[in-house]
């Protein structure tokens, strides 16, 4: 699976649009972006994933750029209660046994 | 619908102690995995499994035996268990990515220490 790299924390404002970089220059036609969470060391939470295109859900929302090697994850009105680990996870489509993860970002929401 | 359920979460043991973490879930999925994570660190692969009766190794196995029998249950032992082996555990599980892409689902941990 192709490396990744995430800053290691950002702060958002409660309210506000929290923007997560993550860098995946090595990626492979055939690995997917995901991103999960861990909320104060409790089990990772799936957030959102995609290929090539941009996806929403009701969490949140992945911007791919078109050449694949970097994207963003938008929290679009931040909460106290976002404030967790972000951690962006390349994998190769068939292989979702094995998630390798880095340390991710730590996002801290303030009121 | 429970989910991912592992037990105990919490766990104290002397060095050389043996015992088996337990995880289970209710949702029909064929993989099954366990991580660490220590303190500071993101999650590392112990064992995996693809199905009953099929298991494998990930990037840390030395000191872990598992086995899938059933399904529903994916039980991790450590045989001996030494300091290096505190940690957090979490197991998850997900169905196959028959190339849409699936969300993995993760236990609460059990929270080990080995003294």
């Known amino acids: 699976d192709a490396k990744t790299t995430q800053p290691p924390s950002m702060d958002c404002a409660e309210g506000r649009a929290a923007n997560l970089p993550c860098n995946h220059s090595t990626i492979s036609g055939n690995e997917y972006v995901y991103w999960y969470r861990q909320i104060h060391s409790q089990g990772p939470q799936y957030i959102i994933h995609g290929l090539k295109n941009n996806e929403t859900n009701e969490m949140a929302s992945l911007i791919i750029t078109e050449d694949r090697k970097s994207s963003t994850l938008i929290l679009p009105h931040a909460t106290l209660r976002d404030t967790a680990v972000y951690y962006c996870?390349?994998?190769?489509?068939?292989?979702?046994?094995?998630?390798?993860f880095g340390k991710g970002t730590l996002l801290t929401v303030n009121p | 619908n429970a989910g991912v359920t592992q037990t105990p979460k919490f766990q104290v043991l002397k060095t050389g102690q043996s015992m088996t973490l337990q995880c289970a879930q209710d949702?029909?999925?064929?993989?099954m995995s366990w991580y660490r994570q220590d303190p500071g660190m993101g999650l590392r692969l112990i064992h995996y499994s693809v199905g009953a009766g099929i298991t494998d190794q990930g990037e840390v196995p030395n000191g872990y035996n598992v086995s899938r029998s059933t399904t529903e249950d994916f039980p991790l032992r450590l045989l001996s268990a030494a300091p290096s082996q505190t940690s957090v555990y979490f197991c998850?599980?997900?169905?196959?990515?028959?190339?849409?892409?699936?969300?993995?689902?993760f236990g609460q941990g059990t929270r080990l220490t080995v003294v």
């Open positions: 949702m029909n999925h064929e993989y």
């Open positions: 996870i390349v994998r190769v489509v068939g292989s979702n046994y094995k998630l390798t």
């Open positions: 998850a599980s997900s169905y196959p990515d028959r190339g849409q892409g699936t969300e993995a689902f």
